[in-house]
């Protein structure tokens, strides 16, 4: 069964530090993976996609990797703010071969606090 | 555009009662999706659609049904609500094609929060 694994579950860190959170998945044929950030109370919103070819992708002070060998990614936030306080799922993509619907696993998420 | 909007934002329903929740979005996606979240537990699909008159079922669809007129709306509906359907429900849009069309960003509505005694 594909399975994503997010860690830590909870993070809190310091105003202006730097913070990276993990993903392991075992999605096979991958596809993409994706990265989205969800505030209290609302719909995930997306930070990144990224296909089996590209090891790096950046949103302003978020940058994901990926280690499409190993099957883990990265999400690091620089310079964390208050507003970064959120969760943070990473979604893996089946490879879709052209019937039904694409299979997107979903992590749990990490629960990112930002304290001044 | 007002992207992806959902209401209502908050529902209480009694065992046995019935309900349609909306979705609409405004950006032309052809492939609109519902899910559900639960506490500890990862976005689940409950049905899908890839365009106007096109339906599917994903993971979770037991005690669901869906419909797609037009390809603004998507409405889910409870057919008789139970304890076990108390969740937050998202409804996200994309655009959809063959080869890397399933690689397009999905854009998701702000929820609705759905109890049921």
């Known amino acids: 069964k594909n399975q994503v694994e997010q860690s830590p579950q909870s993070l809190i860190i310091l105003e202006g530090k730097n913070c990276t959170l993990q993903?392991?998945?075992?999605?096979?044929?991958?596809?993409?993976l994706r990265w989205y950030k969800q505030d209290t109370g609302r719909g995930p919103v997306s930070l990144t996609i990224m296909t089996f070819s590209e090891n790096t992708k950046s949103n302003g002070r978020y940058t994901a990797t990926l280690d499409a060998d190993t099957k883990q990614s990265s999400l690091h936030i620089t310079a964390s703010q208050l507003s970064d306080s959120a969760s943070y799922i990473c979604?893996?993509?089946?490879?879709?071969?052209?019937?039904?619907?694409?299979?997107?696993?979903f992590g749990k998420g990490t629960k990112l606090s930002v304290i001044p | 555009n007002a992207g992806v909007t959902q209401t209502p934002k908050f529902q209480v329903l009694k065992t046995g009662q019935s309900m349609t929740l909306q979705c609409a979005q405004d950006?032309?996606?052809?492939?609109m999706s519902w899910y559900r979240q639960d506490p500890g537990m990862g976005l689940r699909l409950i049905h899908y659609?890839?365009?106007?008159?096109i339906t599917d079922q994903g993971e979770v669809p037991n005690g669901y049904n869906v419909s797609r007129s037009t390809t603004e709306d998507f409405p889910l509906r409870l057919l008789s609500a139970a304890p076990s359907q108390t969740s937050v429900y998202f409804c996200?849009?994309?655009?959809w094609g063959s080869g890397s069309g399933h690689s397009y960003e999905q854009y998701f509505g702000p929820g609705t929060r759905l109890t049921v005694t």
């Open positions: 993903c392991n998945y075992t999605v096979s044929p991958f596809s993409n």
């Open positions: 950006m032309n996606h052809e492939y």
């Open positions: 979604v893996v993509s089946e490879f879709y071969s052209g019937a039904g619907s694409y299979q997107l696993t």
């Open positions: 996200a849009s994309s655009y």
């Open positions: 659609s890839v365009g106007a008159g």
